[in-house]
């Protein structure tokens, strides 16, 4: 019996495949370095949610144009970009496996191609012609970004609570596939009240999807996940994990964990002491809660449509969004 990833790249294969063609094509008339940087991040893993999400809404809402692919990528090159630059920030040196860009090409040269993929995104939107697209593309940059100087601002604040990293996620990762849910339903001349169901699913979505990530930085197989555990933590972030035990533990450990996410230099035996305590005080057990219950809340917003491939789609990638383990 085939796996729901199986199911759903089985379900999605051409558009998968039309979609792989678009980010390339898209990047041909530019200068070497730029595709060479641009190409390494994007095809060196990614799982293409944020475009197919695209893809799926515009057939959902009725959309038979050959439009849909090159606005998805749009979604795919501003996720690359939020990479290049956060691994940067975070001095990271391993993403999906690979040396990050940076140390192959330097900071200077990485920016600067993470701005023109910002651009290019910028440019693709604007042939659309369609003001609400351009608006929502814009509107997700500034609150992205807004998301990013807010994680920069709490690094190793053990006093961050879960409601102000609730807002940095939604931010940082819910508003990029909001957008591409969006996006997708204005592409297609959907009333209002389905573009509003998507844009909530792609939310919900989005937050169910950074909410797992926090799981799997502490409990995934570091092979499968492609870099060690634990690099939330030693880049001094604080997720939902260890802020919700933070919450509950004893004052003794408290006392440690803290003393922990000052650490200058985080190693593996820190790592491990910290996702015991975790473990301790329930912050995993909360946190597959609260993906649970926005899975939950995306789904719910796809009844407002007839049933379809599309919509079948839709909720297998929300139900894989918490069976996912990288």
């Known amino acids: 019996m085939k796996s729901l990833k199986e199911r759903i790249l089985d379900s999605a294969q051409q558009d998968l495949e039309e979609i792989e063609t678009a980010l390339v094509e898209n990047l041909k008339p530019y200068l070497p370095l730029v595709s060479h940087i641009a ?12 475009p197919l999400l695209t893809v799926l809404s515009a057939r959902l809402c009725g959309y038979e144009g050959d439009y849909d692919k090159t606005l998805s990528v ?22 999906r496996g690979n040396p990050v860009a940076h140390l192959i090409w330097g900071s200077p040269a990485t ?21 609400a697209i ?6 997700t940059h500034a609150e992205m970004s807004q998301g990013e100087i807010e994680e920069l601002l709490h690094t190793k604040d053990a006093t961050m609570e879960e409601g102000q990293y609730m807002e940095i996620i939604k931010r940082k990762t819910a508003w990029l596939m909001r957008a591409a849910c969006q996006a997708g339903a204005l592409l297609a001349g959907a009333p209002e009240h389905e573009v509003e169901a998507l844009a909530q699913y792609g939310y919900n979505l989005g937050v169910a999807f950074q ?40 004052t003794k450990d408290r006392s440690y964990m803290e003393t922990i996410i000052q650490h200058e230099e985080i190693d593996e035996k820190d790592v491990d002491n910290i996702s015991k ?42 139900n894989y969004v918490l069976e996912r383990n990288m």
């Open 39 to 50: 190409r390494y991040i994007m095809f060196s893993g990614g799982k293409r949610i944020r």
């Open 74 to 95: 749009v979604f795919e090159y501003l996720h690359a970009a939020t990479l290049l630059h956060d691994d940067i920030v975070d001095s990271a040196e391993i993403r």
């Open 111 to 131: 920016v600067l191609v993470g701005d023109f993929l910002f651009a290019c995104s910028s440019t693709i939107v604007t042939h659309t012609g369609h003001i």
């Open 134 to 139: 351009i608006d929502t593309l814009a509107r």
């Open 211 to 250: 909410l797992v990530d926090d799981l799997l930085d502490y409990t995934a197989d570091r092979h499968v996940l492609g870099k060690a555990t634990g690099g939330d933590l030693r880049e001094g972030k604080l997720t939902l994990p260890l802020i919700h035990a933070l919450s509950r533990a004893s």
């Open 277 to 318: 305590l975790i473990s301790k005080y329930g912050g995993f057990t909360y946190t597959r809660r609260r993906a649970e219950e926005y899975i939950n809340n995306a789904k719910s917003y796809l009844e407002v449509f007839d049933s379809s491939e599309a919509r079948c789609l839709l909720e297998d990638l929300a």
